[in-house]
T-cell receptor
Framework: GQNIDQPTEMTATEGAIVQINCTYQ??????LFWYQQHAGEAPTFLSY????GLEEKGRFSSFLSRSKGYSYLLLKELQMKDSASYLC???????????FGTGTRLTVIP | DVKVTQSSRYLVKRTGEKVFLECVQD?????MFWYRQDPGLGLRLIYF???????EKGDIPEGYSVSREKKERFSLILESASTNQTSMYLC?????????????FGNGTRLTVT
């Protein structure tokens, strides 16, 4: 089974850095995804981690610790357009689908 | 770019009606999925399919059925719509056989059952 936990809401200031955490418990971990979803739109893929460590992609980075069942998404130089929900999703061995957390709604304020 | 198209953006149906939600993808993906998204509950998997005519139940299949007659098309059917099926429905597709293949989502269908 899986138990994926992330904060419900966060607020941060334009230009700042924000870290969105995700913890999970799952059998047969096979990778962790982060998605961004703007209000009324489809989720879009941001990052994938399967090995421990930090993956950097422009202003966004994602970190994974498999031993701790923990990941975070780091957003730097926040822009107003980063206001969105951020979804953490876990892949399990042998499963074709992903298991999603409830998402973190990030509000960027001026 | 992968395109996943859902036939309707908004739908309003009456209790007891039969409802069809259609989804088409243009990247020859083997896997297709139907999720519903509700506030505080996140994305929950209803059904998925990994090949034509194949289907697997997800976490909340009750009250729903699916059809995959062609590789590019995956339909979600509400046999007799009920008010608790009012939700945002998201279709997604992905490549099979690659564990890091991300899901590609359609823009969603917001269904209201009155």
């Amino acid at each position: 089974g899986q138990n994926i936990d992330q904060p419900t809401e966060m607020t941060a200031t334009e230009g700042a850095i924000v870290q969105i955490n995700c913890t999970y418990q799952t059998s047969g971990f096979n990778g962790l995804f982060w998605y961004q979803q703007h209000a009324g739109e489809a989720p879009t893929f941001l990052s994938y981690n399967v090995l421990d460590g930090l993956e950097e992609k422009g202003r966004f980075s994602s970190f994974l610790s498999r031993s701790k069942g923990y990941s975070y998404l780091l957003l730097k130089e926040l822009q107003m357009k980063d206001s969105a929900s951020y979804l953490c999703a876990v892949s399990e061995e042998g499963a074709n689908n992903l298991f999603f957390g409830t998402g973190t709604r990030l509000t960027v304020i001026p | 770019d992968v395109k996943v198209t859902q036939s309707s953006r908004y739908l309003v149906k009456r209790t007891g009606e039969k409802v069809f939600l259609e989804c088409v993808q243009d990247m020859d993906h083997e896997n297709m999925f139907w999720y519903r998204q509700d506030p505080g509950l996140g994305l929950r998997l209803i059904y998925f399919s990994y090949d034509v005519k194949m289907k697997e139940k997800g976490d909340i299949p009750e009250g729903y059925s699916v059809s995959r007659e062609k590789k590019e098309r995956f339909s979600l059917i509400l046999e007799s719509a009920s008010t608790n099926q009012t939700s945002m429905y998201l279709c997604a597709s992905s490549r099979q056989g690659s564990y890091n293949s991300p899901l590609h989502f359609g823009n969603g269908t917001r269904l209201t059952v009155t």
